[in-house]
């Protein structure tokens, strides 16, 4: 159903709030322990539509997940041993690049054939940089326009250990070749050109895999099943963006944000806005069967100067550009982010996406090659916007609404709910204070 949703500016941005749990780490979670041996409890699972067709993928093999959800809305679920086996069906990963990409890893050393999909947006998000090296290793995939995009038919075959250098950072294919690489003969080693997230090579190092990390250079082999793990996910760093640009930018707010994943190859986003003058204090903490940092996240009100953002910089930042490019929007002095080009290869165009939207609200704000040049100035003003049925976009004109004089309308709003699905809710709650 389409949605579209009226944002005005509240006289203030107060209040505790606990994020949806991190995307990132669910998806991964869900398929390690799907291929481990033994059962394993995953409290506050991210009930995002993107992780839904993980467990959807997931349960059409064959893996034994149950679900609950606890009185105060937390969702957990058990994932018991099993032997995940062919399915007649397409196995469908929605608007889930994570899903696609991850699954294809594993499948293709299966011993069975196995065809993938997703939708009409996923289906035109680049595949081959997976395809290219897991054919390296002996798989057998074929997918549409020369084996570049879904949907794939993967025929599952004894895959060889390889050693791979990447042409850009991707922690999702990265996974996928470490997550073919549990599977073959010898020893996979892959390196990174710039650090990405590692989730992955946490979780599959506390899963016993027989996992080395040196620098930028990750090596597995085979060794054996998994062995499952209970594990808490905190909330998601990625959501916490934006709130933590509303904070920020509103003239009268104090957020405070409970509970957010503090992995290190994660907070580049909060070093940039500190960087550019954020108020942000981050308090830490332990959790039981909590694999990585957590911490409570308070921002308050700030006046931010320009930062520019280059290649070092851009694996941490990729899925917070929007957010970031909005924060630059009313930052003193002229900031650029470039060598994003990857931002091309999402949900939407996002370099062209967040631009386009961003002027409709008067933002100095233009497009580069690889990236985005925005002149901050004091004011945005409310206009009709679109998502591009790209989650974040939809989140960062939300988020410009609230900051912006007048009324914005968001158009597609529903799209949101693909990483966050409280979050129209929080909106709605805000408003109305």
């Known amino acids: 159903m389409i949605l579209n949703k009226i944002v005005k500016k509240p006289r203030s941005i107060e209040g505790v709030f606990r994020l949806p749990p991190d995307k990132s780490i669910s998806h ?13 409890q995953i409290f506050n699972y991210s009930t995002s539509l993107d992780c839904q067709s993980t467990l959807a993928c997931l ?21 018991h041993q099993a032997v995940l086996n062919e399915t007649s069906k397409l196995l469908d990963a929605g608007n889930s690049g994570t899903t696609l990409r991850l699954l294809t890893g594993f499948l293709a050393s299966q011993p069975f054939s196995t065809t993938i999909t997703g939708d009409s947006s996923l289906r035109k998000r680049p595949m081959g940089r997976i395809i290219e090296p897991l054919t390296k290793m002996g798989a057998n995939i074929s997918g549409e326009s020369n084996n570049t995009l879904a949907p794939l038919n993967i025929s599952g075959q004894q895959l060889n250990g390889i050693e791979y250098y990447m042409p850009i950072a991707s922690a999702q294919v990265k996974s996928a070749i470490l997550l ?5 003969n010898g020893k996979t080693i892959v390196h990174q050109p710039l650090a990405s997230r590692n989730h992955t090579e946490l979780l599959l190092a506390s899963m016993g895999a027989s996992i080395v990390v040196d620098d930028l250079t990750v090596s597995i082999e085979s060794k054996g099943k998994l062995q499952a793990c209970d594990i808490t996910i905190p909330g998601d760093i990625s959501a916490a963006s934006f709130w933590l640009v509303a904070g920020t930018i509103h003239p009268n707010a104090k957020i405070t944000l409970e509970g957010v994943g503090a992995n290190p190859s994660r907070i580049q986003f909060i070093e940039t806005l500190q960087a550019m003058g954020a108020r942000i204090t981050i308090n830490p903490y332990t959790h039981l069967n909590q694999q990585e940092p957590v911490c409570d996240l308070t921002i308050e009100s700030s ?28 930052a003193e ?101």
Do not use: Y
């Open 28 to 40: 991964r979670v869900a398929l390690f322990n799907a291929i481990a041996g033994g059962s394993a």
């Open 59 to 79: 349960t059409q093999l064959g893996a034994s997940i149950e679900s609950h959800t606890t009185p105060n809305q937390q969702h957990n679920i058990k994932i």
């Open 180 to 184: 073919a690489g549990l599977f073959a």
């Open 303 to 330: 006046e931010l100067r320009s930062i520019s953002i280059g290649r070092e910089l851009i694996p941490g930042l990729i899925d917070e550009i929007p957010a970031l490019a909005l924060a630059a929007c009313f």
């Open 333 to 433: 002095g002229t900031s650029t982010i470039e060598d994003a080009g990857e931002l091309r290869f999402k949900e939407s165009d996002r370099i062209k996406t967040t631009v386009s939207e961003l002027s409709k609200l008067g933002a100095t704000i233009r497009e580069l090659p690889n990236g985005i040049k925005i002149s901050g100035k004091p004011t945005l003003d409310g206009a009709i916007c679109s998502s591009h049925g790209d989650h974040r976009i939809a989140m960062m004109t939300a988020i410009a609404g609230l900051l912006s004089s007048g009324e914005t309308i968001v158009q597609e709003a529903e799209s949101a709910s693909v990483s966050d699905p409280t979050f129209w809710h929080r909106i709605d709650e805000i408003q109305s204070s």
